[in-house]
């Protein structure tokens, strides 16, 4: 596995890690749960983090004995949670990311380490641009660039690829169980934040963000 010393890349998640997009996610999921009768808390949320739309659609189908749905209904309320998703964004500024975040990007890339995005989501260039983050990296790849969500490493080994480093000199940021996993298979440093502080997939575990300027 890949060491602190090794490391040239890093690697950031996005909902949870660079801003807490989390909560609307868990806002949305919750409000479709309601209308179709599911059973959904916090806690169910927990395990949608780093997964994709549709496998956190067929997840929440799959928590209840009596939904059915076709595949063409499960494809329109995954639709409908990212309409109500996407209006909640709506509020979100360069305001909405903490200070603290924006400056330790800005220390990383000043002490020569390349900066990547690896997200599952499919809205994360609209968010990147809408909190004015696109610049501070050198490389974007997201839900749209991958065919298998975390825990599969995918998205990780392409934002490596695009930041011309080997997964051993890679870092990983993540929220999540599935991303902390997605790291581990992947060859690189699993390194957790905020509701995977506790994990015991994590390498190294950050009380705040700013914390990286103290290991890298
Ligand atoms: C991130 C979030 C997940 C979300 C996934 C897809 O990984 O942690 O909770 O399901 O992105 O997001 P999207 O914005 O494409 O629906
Ligand atoms: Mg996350």
Redesign the pocket.
């Known amino acids: 596995m890949a060491d602190i010393g090794d490391i040239k890349a890093i690697i950031f998640d996005l ?2 890690v660079l801003l807490s997009t ?1 909560k609307y ?1 868990y806002i949305a999921w919750k409000e479709l749960a309601d209308e179709l009768g599911i059973p959904f808390c916090e806690k169910n949320n927990e395990m ?6 549709m496998d ?1 659609m067929e997840m929440l189908v799959s928590k209840s004995a009596t939904v059915v749905l076709t595949n063409k209904e499960k494809i329109a309320y995954a639709e409908k949670k ?1 309409a109500r ?1 996407r209006s909640l964004l709506e509020e979100i500024t360069p305001e909405f990311v903490e200070p603290e975040v924006r400056k330790t990007l800005e220390k990383l890339r000043m002490r020569g380490y390349r900066l990547a995005v690896g ?5 994360s260039k609209f968010i990147l641009k809408k909190t004015h983050l696109t610049d501070c990296f050198d490389s974007i790849v997201d ?1 749209n660039d991958i065919s298998r969500s975390k825990p599969d490493p995918e998205v990780f080994l392409k934002a490596a690829i695009a930041l011309k480093a080997e997964p051993f000199q890679c870092a990983v940021i993540e929220d ?1 169980e599935a991303g902390l996993s997605a790291a581990m298979s992947g060859g690189m440093l699993p390194i957790a934040i905020g509701e995977a502080k506790n994990s015991p997939l994590a390498k190294i575990s950050l009380n705040t963000f700013g914390d990286l300027t103290e290991i890298f």
């Open positions: 909902d949870g989390d996610h949608f983090r780093g997964v994709s739309r956190c990212n998703y997200s599952s989501s499919k809205n839900g999540a």
